[in-house]
Structures are given as C-alpha cells and as structure tokens.
C-alpha cells in the first residue's frame, strides 16, 4: 500500500531526508530531490519570510527546471516542517507560504495538525505528521493525515523511547495511511529494514548532517564522524523536551554530562529561533545511528551509496541481486 501516488516513480529509494533545525537549508533539499530522495527543511531555518519566499521559489524553480530538462530522471518532490503549536507565533505566515508556493509534502510536528491539514489538501499537498507513541498516532490519524512519522527510540532531535518493531506493528493495525519510520537509519539495509518492518518510507536525519550540503558547522560534522552511539545522551535538560545529545558537544559547551542541570522550562520561541541560546546552535544532536557514519559525502554520492546498500539487502539470497524479484517495492526505480 500506501506511497502517496505523487511520490510514484518520483523516488530512487523508498526515503526522506529529514528536516533538522539550524542543519537543512535549500542546498541539501535540492541534492536530495534531484538524487530521488525528498528533501524537507524546517521553516524556520528561514530566519524571516522574505528569506522563506526566497526558498520556497527557488527550490520549485530549480526542480521544475531539472524535471524539464529529463523527463526520464528521478526526481522527488520536497517538503517543509511546520511546527504546528499553538504558541508558534510564525506559523500563521509560514502556512500562508506554504500553501502560496504549493509545497508537495508538509511535516508537522508538536501539536495538532488537523487545522492545517485542510489547507495543504485544498492545493494537492500531503500531511506527514511526528508521533513518538500509539496515543498521538490514534489522534493525528483521526485528524485526517496522510501519514505517521514513527519517531522511535535512538532518533536524532526531540527523539521518541519505544522500539521501532513494538511501534510500527500496532500502528499498522490502525492505520492504513503512509507509515514513515525514524530514528538511527543510516544506511540501505536500514531502509529495507522499515519496509520489512511494515513502514512504507524510511525518515533519514543524522545521516544527512554528514553530508557536503548540511549547513552544520564543520566542527558537528567532524565530531558525527568521531563519536560513537555510546556517545548520546537523551535529556530534557537543554531544552525541557527530552532530545539526543553529542556527549562531546556537551562537553565542549562547558556541561558535564554526568551531572547536567534541571530540566528547564519549554520554551517555544526559542526551540524556533535559530540565533537563540546554546541548544541545537552549540549543543549538537545526533541519534544513535552515528556510530555508522564515517565519512562526510556529498548528498548525490550518499544517495547513491544507500541506493546500492538497499538494493544489497533485498537480495533473496546472498550474493544474488533481485531487482525483479518478488520482493521488488513498486514505487522507486532500480535504474
Ligand atoms: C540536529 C537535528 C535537528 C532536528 N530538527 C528537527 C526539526 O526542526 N523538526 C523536526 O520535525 N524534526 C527535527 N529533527 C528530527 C528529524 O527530523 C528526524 O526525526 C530524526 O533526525 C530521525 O532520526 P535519526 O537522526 O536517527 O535519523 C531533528 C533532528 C536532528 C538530529
């Protein structure tokens, strides 16, 4: 079942780049997209509307152009993240933006996203909203979403703690819209996993901020190709909300992870401002699928290395490719 239909043959593997605050910007959506994987960013990594305008244009602009100019390629639609709580004082205007500019795919996170889902279905886009547990799932998929993003235990970010097989099982019993699986999938055979699991699309975030592309600082890229799943740390305590932290950038930060400081109280403004505070900006997260990451490609280059690595790990028996086995996923090319 369910690949929405406006991602059929719009897709090289069955996966999303993740938006990640302070971390995605156009470059890395429009590498990921032309590769045939959906690039998403946060809005708010846009620091003023005009900047969003800007975006949000030149991203449809630039893909629409690469569509033209190869109808034979594989390019996926792109998506942004809305943070859809009532005291995100943007979301007015960074909704009105995103239905202007038609945006294919909308992430929504922290809140209730049946009031939004109405106006992105009105142009043709698609609802994917964050769930860390059955009770959120139970009431997104009654607000009428197109799919449940899984955020399980071990994601980078505001990271869920159950187990993705415990997770995706129950969900599917429920739901029969798109299930997207997330947390410490960093390579092929971690997307063929979530197929197997039962998800229809794989949600990639730590793996991407070690790419060329990723606006992280080099410094949070050197230090994902360093650090170790033994190395984060899941706490409220750098932003009330319980997130995953590189131990080292703690460190680095002057905190002592072994001794951190109460949780503080949520502060929304700040989770949404990219120029506010330590947290995400100085203090990096990373899930725990960090241990897999070595090296720091270009986005084009990481795509093609997961698409072999998935396509690895659908063989039916060792050493036999199968891309016109059974087991062969309808959506996405093999070319
Ligand atoms: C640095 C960082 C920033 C993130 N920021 C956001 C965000 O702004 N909005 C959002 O919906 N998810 C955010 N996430 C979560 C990702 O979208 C995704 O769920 C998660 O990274 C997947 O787990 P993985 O990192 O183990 O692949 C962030 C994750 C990281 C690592």
Redesign the pocket.
């Known amino acids: 079942m369910p690949i929405p239909v406006l991602f059929e043959g719009r897709l090289s593997i069955p996966a999303i780049a993740?938006?990640?605050?302070?971390?995605s910007g156009p470059e890395l959506v429009l590498a990921a997209c032309k590769a045939g994987v959906v690039g998403t960013f946060?809005v708010?990594n846009a620091r003023s509307y005009e900047l969003l305008d800007q975006w949000l244009g030149d991203i449809s602009t630039e893909l629409d152009a690469a569509r033209a100019g190869n109808s034979n390629r594989t390019i996926a639609p792109h998506g942004v993240?809305l943070?859809v709580h009532k005291t995100n004082v943007r979301l007015e205007k960074d909704l009105e933006l995103t239905v202007k500019h038609k945006v294919p795919v909308v992430?929504t996170?922290v809140g209730n996203p049946g009031d939004i889902a109405t106006s992105i279905h009105a142009y043709g886009g698609i609802v994917f909203h964050?769930v860390t547990n059955i009770r959120h799932a139970q009431k997104a998929a009654a607000a009428g979403v197109d799919g449940l993003?899984l955020?399980c235990g071990?994601?980078?970010?505001?990271?869920g703690t159950m187990n993705p097989f415990a997770l995706v099982r129950q969900v599917r019993e429920f739901f029969d819209g798109t299930i997207i699986l997330?947390?410490?999938?960093?390579d092929g055979a971690g997307i063929r996993a979530a197929e197997a699991l039962g998800a229809d699309l794989a949600?990639?975030?730590?793996?991407f901020?070690a790419t060329e592309e990723s606006l992280?600082p080099d410094g949070y890229k050197a230090m994902l190709v360093e650090a170790e799943a033994s190395d984060i740390i899941y706490t409220p305590a750098i932003s009330g909300i319980p997130a995953?932290f590189i131990r080292q950038s703690l460190e680095q930060a002057g905190l002592d992870p072994d001794n951190l400081p109460p949780t503080p109280k949520i502060d929304m403004a700040e989770e949404l401002d990219p120029d506010a505070g330590k947290a995400?900006k100085d203090i990096?997260?990373?899930?725990?699928?960090i241990g897999s990451i070595h090296d720091l490609p270009s986005t084009t280059d990481l795509i093609a290395r997961l698409k072999n690595e998935y396509w690895d790990a659908v063989d039916l028996k060792p050493g036999v490719r199968s891309h016109s086995g059974p087991l062969r996923p309808r959506a996405w090319s093999s070319d």
Request: net charge negative; hydrophobic share 45%; glycine share 18%.
């Open positions: 993740a938006p990640m605050f302070i971390v946060p708010v993240n943070v992430v996170s964050d993003i955020v071990g994601a980078g970010g505001h990271a997330s947390g410490c999938i960093s949600y990639l975030g730590t793996r901020i992280a995953n995400w990096w997260s990373a899930g725990e699928g």
